[in-house]
């Protein structure tokens, strides 16, 4: 190789190494820039004062209505409906008259049967004074008693039958839409309406087991139902199933309300919840105010400085890591990180970082209510 070739490699070796030193320099220099930029630049933020709340602690679930006593009321025996005494939807007494099966036939054989045993009587009464004076002997006399008891049993044994054909209510409640008719020949089984108890009225629902210390029978209860969005109903835990599902590891709890209006039915979805353990002092933020990251929660606390932008104070951004606790609307618990009384950004944060300068506007502030409505409700 001649000294001509080698000196002109050393120079491009060197060229090369001034274009990638430079473009290093470039480099470093602009993140510096642009550094300096975000840092000496004043973002627009939302912010809010901590405050402390009384938060009781509420175990929620979602729940189901069923009746306290329900039942399809039909007929242990057939036969054709000769009068309907009730209407759809009313309220009967227990042993209130509903329906009138036909029994001109079996009236007429129960005239029969007590005809019967009327004679059987007689004969035996009259047998039974003939006994005394050895007219008659013991054998007859015992088969006389016989026929005669025999008799009055029939007898009751049609009543019987006349009896469960004319059906009434086993209990007291409200019915359902009828589905017979006058003349309709219905068999045993045959489902005639519908019967509820609606007042007292049962939910059932389910908890963790975790959550098994914090019930207690007797314990007051509420629930609200999308029917009644504005109505609270208000109970008590009856019984809580001495058994855990195996599959979901939930207890059942039945709770008791005694739904006077009867506008609770059974069937429905309905949320419940109840109040576990003491009120508790924690300070709350809005949700927003948090920004979750794998590596912890954070938030942006501000300090006001002595610099103004556009007539507003310039307040200095530092970035703290929080432990936070339960939830409720749009209101999240810290349990510590910030103290009450402190300042912190509830919503710009992808606009900061530590130390960052901001200016507050909260004229687009996010809600922080426990109990957020939808617009138009």
């Given amino acids: 190789m001649t000294k001509a070739m080698i000196k002109m490699l050393l120079a491009v070796f060197i060229l090369f190494g001034a274009i990638f030193a430079w473009k290093v320099y470039s480099s470093i220099s602009n993140k510096y820039h642009v550094f300096s930029t975000l840092k000496d630049r004043v973002e627009t933020v939302s912010a809010t004062e901590t405050t402390t709340s009384t938060w009781q602690r509420s175990l929620s679930a979602v729940g189901s209505v069923r009746t306290y006593q329900g039942v399809n009321v039909t007929t242990e025996l057939g036969g054709m409906i000769e009068e309907i005494y009730f209407q759809s939807g009313e309220k009967v007494q227990k042993d209130q008259l509903l329906v009138q099966l036909d029994i001109s036939t079996d009236l007429a054989k129960l005239h029969s049967l007590e005809a019967e045993a009327n004679l059987a009587k007689i004969t035996y009464e009259r047998n039974k004074k003939q006994h005394k004076i050895g007219g008659v002997s013991q054998e007859t006399l015992d088969e006389n008693e016989a026929q005669y008891k025999s008799s009055v049993a029939n007898v009751e044994e049609q009543k019987a039958t006349i009896e469960k054909k004319t059906i009434k209510a086993p209990f007291a ?33 389910y908890l963790p087991q975790d959550d098994i210390s914090l019930l207690s029978v007797g314990a007051p209860i509420s629930l609200t139902v999308d029917a009644f969005a504005e109505q609270t109903f208000r109970g008590t835990i009856t019984t809580i199933n ?7 590891r939930n207890v059942q709890v039945e709770a008791t309300f005694m739904n006077e209006e009867q506008q609770l039915l059974p069937g429905m979805f309905v949320h419940v919840s109840l109040n576990v353990g003491k009120p508790q002092q924690y300070i ?16 942006y606390t501000l300090t006001k400085t002595s610099q103004t932008s556009n007539e507003k104070p310039v307040w200095t951004a530092k970035e703290l890591f929080v432990t936070t606790g339960e939830t409720r609307g749009n209101q999240i618990a810290v349990l510590s990180g910030v103290k009450a009384g402190e300042t912190v950004v509830t919503s710009g944060q992808v606009k900061i970082m530590n130390n960052s300068k901001v200016v507050i506007n909260n004229s687009l502030a996010p809600s922080d209510a426990a109990k957020p409505q939808v617009e138009g409700e």
Avoid at 182 to 203: A, F, H, K, M, W
Avoid at 290 to 296: A, M, Q
Wanted: proline residues 11%; hydrophobic residues 40%.
């Fill in 242 to 248: 001495p058994i855990v599902d195996s599959s979901s």
């Fill in 284 to 299: 709350t933020l809005p949700q927003t105010a948090i920004s979750f990251n794998p590596y912890g929660d954070i938030v």
């Fill in 173 to 205: 409640g409200k019915l359902g839409i009828s589905l017979i008719n006058v003349g309709q020949y219905i068999n045993p089984g045959d489902p005639i309406v519908n019967l509820e108890t609606l007042s007292p009225i049962y939910v059932d629902f």
